[in-house]
């Protein structure tokens, strides 16, 4: 088997991580996201490897747009294209594309591979990704895409072939989603054209009323960068406690607006899960991953306590992104 890399560039934390073929043998992760390269580098030959060993690098990309709907090994010309979606993922895409080109230049001719996390839900019925709005718009690549699909592939693969025919993911953390998958296929999500939309993150909006966003252009005088600011940044239950994104401090101050802060989310949340049931007639099992989602049994118990007339099976699945990367990179390389 092949050692493989995978860089896992996220909107709050650069994880990475060495497999032998699928069989982890390093991982980490900082909050530091800067001079990523060096960092990786180090952590590498502490462990007693070099970079030159690996024989792929995987890469979470969060955003394929409407043509990268597969893993995809990166050169010049589709790098250039995938610059071009930066703005569908500002949280993102740039950091991510950066670590992605610099490792391109620290290891020439070892593939590179770029793995979406809007791929699983590319095969959705347009009904769940057409947006309400004229159709030359819909062809320009104005549609839902989703995300989180990277870590709602692993959670897929964790159930088997025991997978509940209609299942609802929850993928709680910094950036939050849902999933409701139907015989293992992604029917509809909460995420849409926008990392930005859905359910109440830690410093993005979710969903909000577009009349809101034209107002505040309009009377706040907002331009288009300050409001992507606004609400990539500063909205969320940053926004709503006005004290912190973070979850864990939320649940531990007894400040009216960090309580506040922790309702409204669990309220939004049930309140897209019933919507996303009604995609999949119903459901048979509820899997809660990522941070909070994994951790957090005040979260999940509040969330399950609005949906206690829909009942269903609980999982909690560790999210891991990293290894359905490698098997994706480890594919790519016996072909």
């Avoid at 895409?93 to 979406?116: H, K, S, T, W, Y």
């Avoid at 009216?256 to 999949?280: K, M, N, P």
């Amino acid at each position: 088997m092949a050692l493989i890399l995978v860089v896992n560039a996220g909107s709050s934390t650069l994880k990475y991580a060495a497999f032998d073929g699928v069989r982890l043998v390093r991982k980490d992760q900082v909050s530091d996201l800067k001079n990523a390269g060096q960092q990786i580098t180090g952590w590498l030959s502490e462990a007693g490897l070099q970079i030159s060993e690996f024989a792929g690098v995987g890469h979470r990309i969060v955003h394929g747009g409407t043509k990268f709907i597969k893993p995809t090994r990166v050169d010049e010309r589709a790098l250039a294209e995938l610059r071009g979606l930066c703005a569908l993922a500002p949280l993102h895409m740039p950091f991510g594309l950066d670590v992605l080109a610099e490792l391109r230049r620290l290891i020439p001719g070892v593939p590179q591979v770029a793995c979406f996390d809007t791929a699983f839900h590319a095969a959705q019925p347009d009904i769940a990704r057409r947006l309400p709005l004229p159709r030359e718009y819909h062809e320009r690549g104005y549609q839902r895409y989703g995300f989180h699909g990277l870590n709602y592939e692993h959670v897929v693969a964790t159930f088997g072939e025991k997978i509940p025919r209609r299942l609802l993911i929850a993928h709680l953390g910094n950036g939050s989603s849902m999933c409701a998958v139907l015989d293992g296929k992604s029917v509809a999500t909460t995420m849409g054209f926008s990392t930005a939309d859905g359910l109440v993150m830690g410093t993005r909006s979710g969903s909000i009323d577009p009349g809101v966003l034209i107002a505040l252009m309009r009377d706040e005088k907002l331009g288009a960068d300050q409001l992507e600011d606004l609400l990539y940044r500063h909205s969320g239950l940053r926004g709503v406690s006005g004290i912190t994104s973070d979850m864990r401090e939320l649940l531990a101050s007894k400040e009216q607006t960090a309580v506040a802060a922790v309702d409204y989310y669990c309220y939004h949340a049930a309140r897209h899960a019933g919507s996303l049931a009604v995609a999949i007639g119903g459901l048979d099992a509820i899997a809660f991953t990522g941070g909070i989602g994994e951790n957090s049994e005040i979260i999940r118990g509040k969330i399950l306590a609005h949906l206690s007339w829909l009942p269903a099976q609980v999982h909690i699945v560790q999210a891991n992104e990293e290894l359905v990367i490698a098997k994706h990179v480890n594919a790519l390389l016996l072909q």
